[in-house]
């Protein structure tokens, strides 16, 4: 029994895990969590030994434990700043552990030694590089197995619509690989009946050798011209499947829901469908186009070697059987080190993702040195599995080397030895050690394209793991037309789950065409999870949300958002002019239409305030507009389109107190003859709903307008006293601390 892995600080449970363990028993690995199964802060330790799984709990203070077994696997998962990690066996989940997010890096770690512990379990061959996997900290909820060769193949789902072109590349090369054969050919009888003759004193024909070297020359140059154009054509085949590729994957990206985000870095994400598209392109261009030449080039020169001679031929074969073992001896763990290199080149594109757009806060907390640390953590961590990568192709490729150096010893002898018994002659051998020289160079080459067609796999994985994610919001098979919408809205018997946690229950609720209806309740009450519903960001888990009638799943989702629109608390401009961003959601709008909805939202003076008016230039993010002025370019936005739904996420609570009036009267315009739900913890702005939505824990527990509400005395009424007396508590605190000038005086 050896002991345990060291814990810093030690863990109170470690004794009694020493005491747990059985004769012959190791600790593997050790991950201790922070939150117990209710979600409370508390110690808790799981420990992975090569025959178990032992968990201390430490709300109840007792160990489970679970025998390893074929099948078994570790899933982790995120949701709010809660992880989660579940174990599964092949029918059911048999155990689950929450902890925070500072538990991610040690927590994948553990997953992948579980995982590699099963592997052994199963009698699968787990190789030790793997143990090195200190980069698996940046790879979160997204364990997978590595990439397989043949997720290549699927690019033929891009490439079909050039397939004449192909196979016009195809025929090209072709015809230049067989004009690169005919100079060794030549040889044989340059060297037999020229030069061999012209050293022994014997007459040579003149016109006979300038046939042979106007045949050397004239292969040369189709060979040339043949190869340009199979390379020109193929370059741009290979582009333009590339371009489609990142463009299918960004529009499929598009398409999914926003619970598919909720779980991937902006990063991760940017770099598959930048960095990760154009490998796959330098592959189809390059190496992939090599590979085949290499494969054309070695079938014809065999073809040759055994029309020449085979005795020798056979011997130039000796090397290949030690380096397809080579090959298939290292292909896995590059498979498996690029796919890591790519992890962590997606967390140094996060590191610059979340610093870049976040720069002031950056700088407002003095922060430099410690995002400075974080992007040099990442970098040194792909640092690592480079160097381990290196390490492993530096031993491989000198090994090709020196068998193809061999084997080309084993033809000098053999071919030594024919000559001397008289059965070839020297310009056969000559001919043949020229065919060798460029099958050997084909073999070194084919073996080199392991490399660039294991990152390329990785590459193409990480590709389909997007295109294969289907969206939890799909379109109908058969929609049902939507328009003429009045905006009646019906839910009855919503229930909806994030995971596990149940977020809406048991809500029915009909919302009348052009009514106000406000949304109100403590933080996590289920208001804005109500409102995703609505946009059907997400589907219900039970129950309905009916629009004039029509269930939301019965209507694609884009004729169903035409008729929404949305002001969030924190709005998003995009980068360019304001007129754009105004017509964002319907880019065909007239100069008159963004004009007339600048001035419902009360943004015309403050744009024509600006250098270029409509045409000025906003950052990104709306940077070097104020928030009140982003807000009402937002409602601008919002106006625009014309909806018959209007959400109001809420839309006044990060402003002033004068700029919330004049996004006030920007509101009023906007909810004119429009059905609008609006959430604000400010109860004061929703004096004017028609009806106020009282929401606890996911359930409705109040309803009707504000004056009865309050007359009630219940869940609102409760909210809007503490308000008041918040509001009130801050006012005497202000007049607490502003100086009192007659004071003064009277003291003076």
Same mark, same amino acid.
């Given at each position: 029994m050896q002991d345990l892995p060291s814990v810093t600080p030690p863990h109170p449970q470690t004794a009694a895990l020493q005491g747990r363990l059985l004769a012959g028993e190791n600790v593997v690995a050790l991950l201790e969590v922070d939150l117990d199964a209710q979600g409370h802060f508390a110690q808790g330790l799981i420990a992975l030994t090569n025959s178990r799984l032992l968990s201390f709990e430490p709300r109840g203070g007792s160990w489970s434990e679970f025998p390893l077994a074929p099948g078994q696997s570790l899933k982790l998962s995120d949701h709010g700043g809660l992880a989660f990690m579940e174990l599964f066996d092949s029918q059911q989940r048999l155990a689950r552990w929450r902890f925070t997010l500072a538990c991610n890096p040690p927590a994948v770690r553990f997953a992948d030694t579980f995982a590699r512990e099963v592997q052994r379990v199963s009698g699968h061959v787990v190789h030790e590089e793997a143990d090195e996997g200190e980069d698996s900290a940046f790879d979160f909820g997204e364990a997978s197995k590595p990439p397989s060769t043949w997720v290549l193949l699927r690019l033929w789902r891009f490439a079909r619509p050039y397939q004449g072109q192909l196979l016009l590349g195809f025929a090209l090369m072709l015809g230049a690989t067989g004009a690169t054969l005919v100079s060794p050919y030549l040889t044989m009888p340059l060297m037999d009946k020229v030069l061999i003759p012209f050293q022994n004193g014997q007459a040579i024909d003149p016109g006979f050798v300038m046939l042979l070297l106007g045949g050397l020359l004239g292969a040369a140059l189709f060979s040339w011209a043949l190869g340009w154009a199979k390379t020109y054509l193929l370059s741009l085949v290979s582009e333009r499947i590339a371009a489609d590729l990142r463009t299918a994957t960004f529009e499929h990206l598009l398409g999914l829901s926003?619970?598919?985000?909720?779980?991937?870095?902006?990063?991760?994400?940017?770099?598959?469908?930048?960095?990760?598209?154009?490998?796959?392109?330098?592959?189809?261009s390059l190496h992939a186009l090599d590979f085949i030449t290499d494969v054309l080039m070695l079938a014809m020169t065999s073809v040759i070697l055994f029309s020449i001679h085979p005795g020798l031929a056979l011997a130039t074969l000796v090397p290949l059987p030690f380096i397809a073992w080579l090959i298939h001896l290292v292909r896995d763990k590059l498979r498996t080190g690029f796919e890591k290199i790519d992890r962590v080149?997606?967390?140094?594109?996060?590191?610059?993702?979340?610093?870049?757009?976040?720069?002031?806060?950056?700088?407002? $907390?003095?922060?430099?040195?410690?995002?400075? !640390? =974080?992007?040099?953590?990442?970098? @040194? #961590?792909?640092?690592?599995?480079?160097? %381990?990568?290196?390490?492993?192709?530096?031993?491989?490729?000198?090994?090709?080397?020196?068998?193809?150096?061999?084997?080309?010893?084993?033809?000098?002898?053999?071919?030594?030895?024919?000559?001397?018994?008289?059965?070839?002659?020297?310009?056969?051998?000559?001919?043949?050690?020229?065919?060798?020289?460029? $099958?050997?160079?084909?073999?070194?080459?084919? !073996? =080199?394209?392991?490399?660039?067609? @294991? #990152?390329?796999?990785?590459?193409?994985? %990480?590709?389909?793991?997007?295109?294969?994610?289907?969206?939890?919001?799909?379109?109908?098979?058969?929609?049902?037309?939507?328009?003429?919408?009045?905006?009646?809205?019906?839910?009855?018997?919503?229930?909806?789950?994030?995971?596990?946690?149940?977020?809406?229950?048991?809500?029915?609720?009909?919302?009348?065409?052009?009514?106000?209806?406000?949304?109100?309740?403590?933080?996590?009450?289920?208001?804005?999870?109500?409102?995703?519903?609505?946009? %059907?960001?997400?589907?219900?888990?039970?129950?309905?949300?009916?629009?004039?009638?029509?269930?939301?799943?019965?209507?694609?989702?884009?004729?169903?958002?035409?008729?929404?629109?949305?002001?969030?608390?924190?709005?998003?401009?995009?980068?360019?002019?304001?007129?754009?961003n105004i017509a964002y959601g319907k880019p065909d709008a007239s100069r008159d239409e963004i004009v007339a909805a600048a001035r419902a939202a009360h943004a015309h003076e403050f744009i024509l305030r600006l250098p270029h008016g409509y045409d000025s230039l906003v950052g990104e993010r709306g940077q070097g507009l104020s928030g009140g002025e982003r807000q009402r370019i937002s409602i601008a936005r919002a106006l625009l389109i014309d909806p018959a739904i209007l959400i109001l996420d809420e839309a006044t609570s990060a402003v002033d107190t004068e700029t919330e009036k004049e996004i006030q009267r920007a509101l009023d315009n906007l909810v004119k003859g429009r059905t609008t739900i609006a959430i604000a913890h400010r109860l004061s702005t929703l004096r004017k709903a028609d009806r106020l939505v009282v929401m606890d824990r996911g359930e409705i527990v109040e309803l009707g307008p504000h004056d009865e509400l309050i007359a009630r005395q219940g869940h609102y009424w409760r909210l809007w006293e503490a308000q008041a007396r918040r509001v009130d508590q801050e006012d005497l605190e202000d007049h607490a601390v502003t100086p009192n000038p007659s004071a003064h005086t009277a003291d003076a």
């Open positions: 926003l619970e598919y985000f909720g779980n991937k870095r902006t990063g991760d994400l940017m770099s598959r469908i930048g960095s990760e598209t154009d490998r796959i392109s330098v592959f189809l080149w997606g967390e140094i594109t996060n590191v610059l993702a979340d610093t870049i757009p976040g720069i002031r806060v950056v700088k407002a $907390f003095a922060q430099e040195k410690r995002e400075a !640390s =974080r992007f040099r953590e990442a970098n @040194q #961590k792909n640092l690592q599995v480079n160097d %381990r990568l290196n390490k492993t192709w530096s031993l491989f490729t000198p090994s090709v080397a020196l068998l193809t150096e061999m084997g080309l010893l084993v033809v000098w002898g053999v071919g030594i030895w024919l000559i001397s018994h008289q059965s070839i002659t020297v310009g056969t051998l000559t001919a043949f050690l020229a065919y060798i020289g460029r $099958f050997y160079g084909r073999l070194d080459s084919m !073996s =080199r394209i392991v490399s660039v067609t @294991q #990152k390329a796999a990785a590459g193409a994985k %990480r590709i389909f793991d997007i295109l294969d994610h289907v969206s939890n919001v799909p379109d109908p098979v058969n929609p049902q037309p939507f328009e003429n919408v009045t905006g009646a809205i019906s839910m009855q018997g919503l229930n909806f789950r994030y995971g596990s946690r149940s977020v809406v229950r048991n809500l029915n609720l009909d919302i009348r065409p052009g009514e106000m209806v406000g949304l109100v309740g403590h933080s996590g009450s289920g208001k804005s999870t109500l409102v995703n519903l609505i946009c %059907r960001f997400y589907d219900v888990t039970e129950g309905s949300i009916k629009v004039d009638g029509v269930d939301l799943r019965r209507i694609k989702v884009t004729d169903y958002r035409r008729h929404i629109g949305l002001v969030l608390q924190e709005p998003f401009l995009f980068f360019g002019t304001i007129a754009e």
